[in-house]
């Protein structure tokens, strides 16, 4: 049972990037998933959400600019992330609130 989440990288002020974050054994179709960061010195905290129904939700910060989607024929979670500032830089996991489920985590820094 798990998450891999993948797709972090490097990128300039601006660019864009997109996270997956695919399961297995689990259904992400029938919980809540989540993208969390973590930056260094600071706490974890929570970016968006996409629940069972499809509903989606934002931090202030994101909204906007990320989108949190879902692919249930692939079973995988997606976080789109467009003009990106360097203050988005972290560590982007995946979270499945059901079966209460990290990803590994996959880094992103934003920088010139």
């Known amino acids: 049972v798990q998450l891999q989440a993948s797709g972090g990288g490097l990128v300039q002020p601006g660019g864009s990037l997109r996270l997956s974050c695919a399961a297995s054994?689990?259904?992400?179709?029938?919980?809540?998933t989540g993208w969390y960061r973590q930056a260094p010195t600071k706490p974890r905290e929570l970016v968006a959400t996409?629940?069972?129904?499809?509903?989606?939700d934002y931090i202030d910060a994101v909204r906007g600019r990320f989108t949190v989607s879902r692919d249930s024929a692939k079973n995988t979670a997606y976080l789109q992330m467009n003009s990106l500032k360097p203050e988005d830089t972290a560590v982007y996991y995946c979270?499945?609130?059901?079966?209460?489920?990290w990803g590994q985590g996959t880094e992103v820094t934003v920088s010139s």
């Open positions: 996409i629940s069972s129904a499809d509903s989606t």
């Open positions: 979270y499945a609130f059901g079966s209460g489920l």
């Open positions: 054994e689990i259904n992400l179709s029938i919980q809540t």
